[in-house]
């Protein structure tokens, strides 16, 4: 070093005391011994080395198996959604089927008042009647009387039955499941008891 690269060294170490600390660790050196150095470098690259395969060899780090799980899982609940959803629409659909009896139940006869007709015709009525009336077990022979508004079937009135059942049903059928034209409604039907 020059004179003044020397002194300006001087000058900075009275500042700073760990510069000051490495001069005086130089001077009780006595010089640096290459080859110590050369071996101290070798080391250190065989230090970086082992170091480069051991990372090699946990390959399946924590962090690389966390990520793992989390796309296993991830894969799992997909195909449990795939496999419910293709499942549940592949179940059996449910039909009710109403067995039909070779001979009708139900005779329904027009009265004198009446200019109500079912749209669907009054073969369709009484097939249609049939299936509602397959649950009463009595003979019946009811008169039901009715107005037509928009189609529908209001104040409808059935007389000449006991069975409140009968009543009811006859009444939901005739006002809810089918529609009507004309003004005024008035029937005869008459109910067979099952043999």
Known sequence: MSKEEMYAIEREALQDPFLQDAIDGYKMQQGVDAKQLSILQQRLARRVET???DNNRRFFGWQRLTVALAAAVLFVVACSLVFFKFFSSQQEKKTEVILMEQQL?????????????PEMGWTQFNEELNSEVR???STENVIVQFDVENGL???VDVTGT??????E???DFIQHKIKWTGTHGEIS???DSKE
């Open 153 to 155: 079937a209001t104040a």
């Open 135 to 137: 649950d009463i077990l």
């Open 51 to 53: 170091q480069k395969t």
């Open 189 to 191: 039907i008459a109910i």
């Open 169 to 171: 049903l006859i009444s």
């Open 162 to 167: 006991s069975s409140p059942a009968a009543t």
């Open 105 to 117: 139940r139900v005779d329904s006869r027009t009265l004198a008042k009446n200019d109500a007709i």
